[in-house]
C-alpha cells in the first residue's frame, strides 16, 4: 500500500476544493475518479495540469470493474467519498439518478474496498480507511426552537435527495459493523465557497445579482440553514481522516444558521459595494419570492461539539467574510462561470424556474 488516496468526486465543488488544498497541505498523490456529469468541471483543477501527484480517472462509481482496476492499481492507503448527485431541487425533478450514484454507487465503493481491504496485510489493513462525506439533511428538519443535530438524531430524510443519501450511510455503517470495513462518515451542513455550480442558492444568486436578474427566494425566505465555508469542511475531513474513530459518523458545521432572506438581502449588498452598477440600482429589488420547493425542510442546525471536543477541529472563518470572499470569487473568474454555463445549465435554469418566476 503506498501513501496515494482515491478520491469520487474530485472534480465536483467540495472534491475539487479538497483535491486543491490537498495538493498545498498534504502533498501526497491523489487519484481522482469522476464521471464528470454536469457537475463536475476539470476546469476547477487546471491548478494542477501537470502535476504528477494528481490523477484524473474519468468514470462511473458504479463500475465495479473499474472501481477494483484503480484500488488494485493504485494501492491507495484511503478513499475519499465525495461522488454524488448533490441538489435537492433536481432530486424532485429526476430522482433515479440519486438513488443509482448515491446508493448503488456507494454500495458498489463498498463492496470493491472491503475487497481490495480484505486482501492487505498488517499494518496497512488497520490504518486503510474509507471515508463517506455526507450531510446534515439526513436528519430531516428542526423547528425554529429545537436543539441542533447531534451524531445520535434519528434519520429523517424528506427529500429524494436526502433518503438517498440516508440510505449511502446506512450500508456504510453496515460494512464496518458487519465486516469491519474502517469506516467513517462525515456528515456537515450547507458548504459555500469558490467552485460551487451555480445551481445552488449562493452562487445562483451571486450571477444573477450581477447580471441584474430576479433573485429566486422559494416560500417566504425564512427556510434556515447553517452555512460552512467549503475549505474549513476540508479541513474537518482531513482531521477525521487522520485521527477520527473507525465506525464514528462526525457532524460538521459552521456555527452560522442564516434565513435565506437574509443570506440573499448579503450578497446583494456585497454586490452593490464590489460591482455598482447604475442600471441595476439596489439588488435587494431583484428579490423575487417564488414558488417553494415541494416538502421543504424549514430548519438545519448543527452540533459540532463531538468534532471538537474528540478532534480539536473548529471552523476557521465567519460567514460574513466567507461570503465575501466568495463574492470576489466568482467577479474574478468570469471564464470559469461562462465555462460551466452552457446548454445544460440554461435548460436546468428554464425548467426550474420558469414557471416559478412567471407566477
Ligand atoms: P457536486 O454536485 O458539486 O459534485 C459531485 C461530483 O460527483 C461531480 O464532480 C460529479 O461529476 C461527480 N459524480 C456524480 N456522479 C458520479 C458517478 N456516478 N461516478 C463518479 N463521479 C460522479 O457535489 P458537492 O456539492 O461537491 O458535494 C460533494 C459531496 O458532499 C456529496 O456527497 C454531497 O452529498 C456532500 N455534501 C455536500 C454539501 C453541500 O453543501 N454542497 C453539504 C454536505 C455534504
Ligand atoms: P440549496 O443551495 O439548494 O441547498 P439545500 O437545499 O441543500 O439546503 O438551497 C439552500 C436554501 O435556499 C434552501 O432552503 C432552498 C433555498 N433556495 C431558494 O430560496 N432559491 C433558490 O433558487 C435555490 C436554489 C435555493
Not at 469522476?34 to 458504479?62: F, K, M, Q, W
Not at 464496518?176 to 451555480?198: D, E, M, V, W
Not at 461539539?305 to 468570469?334: C, M, S
Not at 471564464?335 to 440554461?346: E, F, I, K, P, Q
Request: aromatic share 10%; net charge negative; proline share 5%.
Amino acid at each position: 500500500m503506498g501513501e496515494a488516496i482515491l478520491v469520487t468526486g474530485g472534480a465536483g465543488f467540495i472534491g475539487a476544493n479538497f483535491v486543491l488544498n490537498w495538493a498545498e497541505v498534504v502533498g501526497t498523490p491523489v487519484i481522482n475518479l469522476d464521471l464528470l456529469t454536469y457537475a463536475g468541471n476539470p476546469a476547477s483543477l487546471d491548478a494542477l495540469r501537470g502535476d504528477e501527484g494528481h490523477l484524473l480517472v474519468h468514470g462511473d462509481i458504479c463500475d465495479g470493474e473499474l472501481v477494483a482496476a484503480s484500488l488494485r492499481e493504485h494501492q491507495p492507503r484511503a478513499l475519499v467519498h465525495f461522488a454524488a448527485e448533490s441538489h435537492v431541487d433536481r432530486s424532485i425533478v429526476e430522482p433515479d439518478a440519486f438513488v443509482r450514484t448515491n446508493v448503488q454507487g456507494t454500495f458498489t465503493l463498498l463492496e470493491q474496498a472491503r475487497l481490495y481491504w480484505s486482501q492487505l496485510d498488517e499494518p496497512d489493513r488497520s490504518s486503510f480507511r474509507f471515508l463517506h462525506v455526507s450531510t446534515d439533511e439526513v436528519y430531516g428538519t428542526l423547528g425554529p426552537q429545537d436543539a441542533a443535530f447531534t451524531e445520535e438524531t434519528p434519520y429523517a430524510p424528506n427529500s429524494p435527495y436526502a433518503a438517498s443519501k440516508a440510505g449511502s450511510d446506512h450500508l456504510v455503517r453496515a460494512y464496518h459493523h458487519t465486516f469491519g470495513l474502517p469506516t467513517l462518515t462525515t456528515n456537515c451542513s450547507n458548504n459555500y465557497g469558490p467552485l460551487q455550480f451555480p445551481e445552488k442558492l449562493i452562487p445562483l444568486v451571486i450571477l444573477n445579482a450581477l447580471e441584474g436578474k430576479p433573485l429566486p427566494v422559494y416560500g417566504d425566505g425564512g427556510n434556515v440553514r447553517d452555512w460552512l465555508y467549503v475549505g474549513d469542511h476540508c479541513s474537518a475531513i482531513r482531521a477525521v481522516l487522520d485521527r477520527g474513530q473507525v465506525g464514528e459518523t462526525y457532524n460538521v458545521g459552521g456555527n452560522s444558521e442564516r434565513k435565506n432572506l437574509d443570506v440573499v438581502t448579503a450578497v446583494c449588498d456585497l454586490l452593490d459595494e464590489l460591482r455598482p452598477d447604475a442600471a441595476i440600482g439596489a439588488r435587494r429589488n431583484l428579490i423575487t419570492f417564488v414558488k417553494d420547493r415541494p416538502g421543504h425542510d424549514r430548519r438545519y442546525a448543527i452540533n459540532t461539539t463531538k468534532i471538537e471536543r474528540e478532534l480539536g477541529w473548529q471552523p476557521a472563518k465567519r460567514f460574513e467574510a466567507g461570503l465575501r470572499q466568495t463574492v470576489e470569487w466568482y467577479l474574478n473568474n468570469p471564464a470559469w462561470v461562462d465555462n460551466v454555463r452552457t446548454g445544460g445549465y440554461l435548460h436546468w435554469i428554464e425548467q426550474n424556474y420558469a414557471e416559478r418566476l412567471a407566477r
